[in-house]
């Protein structure tokens, strides 16, 4: 039993921030010399929403990796101060579940208005900060390829894990 739970562990709080650090080198250096002009699929906001949405609202596991999000991109962007994007990435997930729990129920409608939300939100802040760089095809690009990916992912789980709505 005990040996049960140092798996958990492991799995939980070791594997699952090296996946997030994958997945963030991956979006930042190898996908946009695939994809043309530099489009890419937000991976890191992606793992991080999903993993808010689906865990049940008191589980705290969303909340690390949310940190270990923030602590990614604070270390790669170079703000003015360390823990922006910490800050946000917790917000970001209270807010999840806070909306999740608020429509009660795991549907596509639920899904799709709290992943808009946590996007756009999400890209606002990425605005304000890197707003010389802004391009609205870039960003309906984005946005379209990274809610596909999310919807895709949405059918996923519900066909995996039929959760009572």
Known sequence: MKNNHL??????Y?????ALLALFFIELSFLPQLLPWGITIDFVFLLVF???FFRKKNDYFSYFLSIS???FLDIYSGQLFF??????FILLAWLIK???FLMQGLNIFSFLINFSVAYLSYKFFSLLLAWRNFSWLNFIITFASTMTMGIISFFIYASLYKKES
């Open 14 to 18: 070791l594997i699952w921030p090296f």
């Open 98 to 100: 806070k909306m999740s």
């Open 83 to 88: 823990g922006f994007w910490i800050l946000f």
């Open 69 to 71: 999000a923030g602590i």
């Open 50 to 52: 999903l993993n808010c």
């Open 7 to 12: 798996n958990i562990f492991i799995t939980k």
